[in-house]
C-alpha cells in the first residue's frame, strides 16, 4: 500500500517556476515508477511525466518537454516535478501516481494516487 500526499502548487506568473513535491509512505516505493499527470477544468486527466522506480528512465509529453523535469529521491521517498517556464495552458490540479508496472503515460496503470494540488498560471 502507497499513500501519496502532493504539495508545492500555487499561482505564478507566465514564465515562473514552481516545483511540486509528492511524498509516499510505505517502504516498498522504491520499487514504484512514478508519474504526473494534470487535469484542467472540463478537461481530461492527462500525462505529464514519469520516472523508473530506480531513476535512470524519464519520460514527458511533448507539451512539457524542455520545461518540465521529474526526479525522486527513494531516500526520502519523495517525487519532485520542476516546472519551468511555465504557461497559463499549465493551470490545472496536478496529480502524482504511483504505479508496480514500467513508466507509462496511461492512468489506468496507475494504483495509488495523490489528493492533488492546484498549479494556477497567470498570463
Known amino acids: 500500500q502507497v499513500q501519496l500526499v502532493e504539495s508545492g502548487g500555487g499561482l505564478v506568473q507566465a514564465g515562473g517556476s514552481l516545483r511540486l513535491s509528492c511524498a509516499a509512505s510505505?517502504?516498498?516505493?522504491?520499487?514504484?515508477?512514478m508519474g504526473w499527470f494534470r487535469q484542467a477544468p472540463g478537461k481530461e486527466r492527462e500525462f505529464v511525466a514519469a520516472?523508473?522506480?530506480?531513476?535512470?528512465?524519464?519520460y514527458y509529453a511533448d507539451s512539457v518537454k524542455g520545461r518540465f523535469t521529474i526526479s525522486r529521491d527513494n531516500a526520502k521517498i519523495t517525487v519532485y516535478l520542476q516546472m519551468n517556464s511555465l504557461k497559463p495552458e499549465d493551470t490545472a490540479v496536478y496529480y502524482c501516481?504511483?504505479?508496480?508496472?514500467?513508466?507509462?503515460?496511461?492512468?489506468?496503470?496507475?494504483?495509488?494516487w495523490g489528493q492533488g494540488t492546484q498549479v494556477t498560471v497567470s498570463s
Open positions: 501516481a504511483a504505479t508496480e508496472r514500467t513508466p507509462t503515460d496511461w492512468d489506468k496503470e496507475y494504483n495509488y
Open positions: 510505505g517502504r516498498t516505493f522504491s520499487t514504484y515508477a
Open positions: 520516472i523508473s522506480w530506480s531513476g535512470g528512465s524519464t
